[in-house]
């Protein structure tokens, strides 16, 4: 931003004034004055002023009158620290979509956790070529190292973190055969993990319930697990159960975390379907248990009763044991559907989805369409989409797996396990929502632009389920210890100037599952490494972003 001297006046009176360059040595390069600051600690807010040089906070005091060649005036609202999104789906939005940053940015989230059960790396020309396909771009990669440098050459607008997923790695070695790897398989598949974390992976992850990381047994895990920890990794973990297998699942986890002996986290905890809501309590008495025991058990969660996967979730996984395109072939059979009707309805010893959702169509949203699918259909539930087409729900249901990756909000929470879940000072706060920008995303779930504002508006200003200061620490602190990044999370002299200022009285998510693509009110500027990303609570343009590589 250049220097102007002028005084801007946003909506929230946050004042931002540029003031013209003394070229002093004391000078900073931005001063937040008047600001109520919550330093992600956790401990009650007070006030001061906060001094920013480069990419650092220098000096926390009475800085009113220091020389700045930017000026923030805060008006007594909330300065914190950036938000850390613990479950951020994948980086790549962006650089391909530029304007998907703008998603995070508006939420206060400067820095995001990319990667679950796939990852962007390694790639082999197969996988690279189905992204590049996917995604309408001709530049690739193979590692880690060569994609980091890709994101630093074009620039993006808010920090990175990466884990290297246990299913991208199964998929270039084994591809989706429901099989144990070889010894000389497996040996790979611990080398490429190796690779990852030298070139700054911060851990491996897994997501358990979908092919082909739902074939891998635990054994297979611990291994890579344990290569991570030899690199001062973590392991996170979208569990084998989320429902009625959920204490197993768990006990899984912390197995690995034992056997492995690296920390462990658990993405997006909760307990879907009715039936299996009263497993929350003992959930958190387990993971308590754990951490008692010193095991270093963490989890996130984030504040919606749908949650968001594939569609072909709904279809038990040993269905794809031999690859999703030779089953989906099976579907033109009516037979075939008929059984696999049968088989859903009541087989209920696998993550049944169908279950979950009370066995009604009407509570599974569409998100997304595959590509050749009317996007009209978007937005709708499947008995909406049946009732459109004079067809019965099931064969809707199969059409669309047959077409292709269909993305599903289902209705399967309760916001009494929310509010137990964000009880506990373990739990941080995700996403579970790429970058996404309206024009790309038009029916994204609501979590990809309302996440952060809602916990601060619904479970803080409006039902008091946990205190200001608690909330910021969960969307701080304590994400950036269990990403093991100490020098961001933190308002405080030496640490990174990622900064979020916003009106505790007046912020607020607008996205609804009917109309999810609505940016939030209430921050009015983020600053993303000492450089101002969000002012008035307009996006400057400004790629200010790293790629933050975890050092072994």
Known sequence: MKNAGFLVTSLLSVSMLFVSNTNSSRE???????????DGSGNPWYRGDIGIRGDRIVEIGNLEVSP???KVDAHDSVVAPGFFDMMGGSSLPLIVDPASGDTKLLQGVT????????SLAPQDDQTIAAIQKRNHFTFGWKTFDE??????EKGIPINVVHNVGAAQIRQIVIGDQDRTPTAVELERMKGMVAQAMKDGAVGVSTALIYPPGSYAKTDEIIALAKVASQYGGIYLSHMRNESGGLLDAIQEVIRIGREARLPVHIYHL???????????????????QARADGIDVTADAYPYIYNGIDLASFIPPSHFAHGRPAFVKTLSDPSVRKALQREIETNVDWENWYVHVGRDWGNVLVAEVPDGVDT?????????????QGKDAWNVFFDLVASGSTDVNPKSMNE??????YSKDFVSISSDAEPASPAAAPHAHPRAFGTFPRILAQYVREEHVITLEYAVRAMTSLPADQLKLYDRGRLAPGMAADLVIFDPATIQDTATYARPASYPTGIEYVIVNGKVAVAEGKPTGVTAGSVIRHIP
């Open 111 to 118: 820095t995001l956790l990319a990667g679950e059960g796939d």
């Open 376 to 388: 009209k259909y978007e937005g709708m539930s499947i008995k909406q989409i049946a009732e459109a």
């Open 147 to 152: 994609y980091f440098q890709i994101l630093s």
């Open 416 to 421: 009494e396990q929310k509010r137990e879940i």
């Open 28 to 38: 900073l390069d931005i001063v937040i004055t008047h600001g109520r600051i919550v």
């Open 270 to 288: 909760k307990a879907a379907g009715e039936e299996n809501w009263p497993l929350v309590s003992k959930a958190l008495a387990l993971i308590e």
């Open 68 to 70: 700045a060649k930017i």
